[in-house]
């Protein structure tokens, strides 16, 4: 039985380890529009609409400010739902879940918004997986 060469183990490993964080990257990005698509469904299940203020605007959330009809003022903790084009300040429509009134998102807009970034990350995250793979196959056989 002849021993495979340790620096041929490791490369098979690393494209092992490659293959793995791309599996669980890529059912990352699949359930994301999954989430996406469950919280749009619980607002049109009981759909209030308002128009919210925007008071701030940062990478990971946008804070949005508004009253129910009832006078209940609603400041969703992990901010409004697809909020891309918000500047603070602004007036927008949102629409919000009545049994859950800090589920909101920017009226008119829905989890269709969310593939084209995942879609585009995640390809980006395979060609990138594909390069390493195909540089480390091709450098073990002319070891």
């Known amino acids: 039985m002849t021993k495979t060469p340790r620096g041929v183990r490791v490369r098979r490993a690393v494209c ?42 940062s990478f990971n959330r946008t804070v949005v400010r508004y009253a129910t ?18 500047s603070v300040g602004d007036n927008v429509r949102v629409e919000y879940d009545q049994t859950n009134p800090e589920l909101a998102r920017v009226a008119g807009r829905t989890a269709v918004l969310s593939l084209l970034p995942v879609g585009t990350f995640l390809v980006s995250i395979w060609i990138v997986i594909a390069a390493v793979v195909t540089v480390l196959r091709r450098f073990g056989t002319r070891v």
């Open 16 to 57: 092992r380890v490659l293959f793995v964080v791309g599996g669980v990257i890529t059912l990352v990005c699949v359930l994301l529009p999954i989430a996406c698509w469950r919280d749009d469904l619980a607002i049109e299940r009981s759909m209030g609409q308002a128009v919210a203020q925007v008071d701030s605007v």
């Open 69 to 86: 009809p009832d006078g209940r003022v609603i400041i969703p903790s992990q901010g409004v739902l697809y909020p891309a084009g918000l």
